[in-house]
């Protein structure tokens, strides 16, 4: 393993490993172990009880955080006609289709999110290749498949953030930055929280929830107590 750095290690004393904090302590000291000099981002990490091998255990999907992200997101619609006028009017970064499949084709990559049209997705999926790996491809599941643009580019800048389940069983979800407040952290939490929980496979055995941890970009790790989340 690499060699942590002084900060990291006095961060991380703040920070009792064997104990799972109450939701609201969690993110204070998520807040207070970052020591990076610029407004880091607040990441909430899930270790799921699912095998996503099994297709009817895949979670994947999207949820707008109340209080966003703290980072505004440039989009890229693909569509044409009437709903390119409509992207264009929601305030997408950048709306068009060949052009900017071409663009894409040759290495462009200044957008966050994609959002096509259904009619669009048969010149989309060409670029399946380039996207892919990238985790750019639009999909009907996060709501980026849609010939409801207004929505879909509404929600993106509002703080939409997508969620999807990693082979290890692991999800990943950014619920804003450093800067926030706490209450404002809080809320973002306890909306993905609610989101998972409402996501459990049915066909999921055993703990479902098996561990649940804030962590600043650089800092350590803060395990979340689930009982202590105001869930609905």
């Not at 004393?13 to 000099?37: C, G, H, Q, S």
């Not at 209080?67 to 390119?84: C, S």
């Not at 048969?122 to 009907?140: A, D, F, Y």
Request: charged share 30%.
């Amino acid at each position: 393993m690499a060699k942590k750095g002084k900060k990291f290690l006095e961060a991380s004393k703040l920070v009792d490993r064997t104990k799972a904090y109450p939701v609201e302590e969690a993110i204070e000291l998520a807040k207070k172990t970052n020591f990076a000099k610029f407004d880091a981002s607040v990441e909430v990490a899930f270790r799921l009880g699912v095998d996503p091998k099994k297709a009817d255990q895949q979670i994947r999907g999207a949820v707008v955080l109340p209080n966003g992200t703290g980072k505004t997101q440039r989009v890229l619609v693909f569509a044409k006609g009437e709903k390119a006028k409509e992207a264009e009017a929601a305030g997408a970064d950048y709306v068009g289709d060949a052009d900017y499949i071409n663009k894409i084709n040759q290495g462009w990559f200044e957008f966050d999110v994609i959002v096509a049209t259904p009619d669009m997705m048969g010149e989309v999926g060409k670029l399946g290749r380039v996207l892919g790996p990238k985790g750019l491809m639009p999909n009907p599941k996060t709501g980026t498949v849609t010939f409801d643009v207004t929505k879909a580019v509404n929600e993106i800048k509002a703080g939409k953030v997508e969620y999807r389940v990693d082979k290890a069983g692991n999800i990943h979800v950014p619920i804003g930055k450093t800067s926030f407040e706490n209450e404002k952290l809080v809320e973002n939490f306890t909306t993905i929280f609610e989101t998972m929980l409402k996501v459990k496979p049915s066909a999921a055995k055993g703990t479902y929830m098996k561990n649940v941890t804030v962590t600043s970009t650089m800092g350590p790790g803060v395990k979340v107590d689930p009982s202590t989340v105001n869930a609905k």
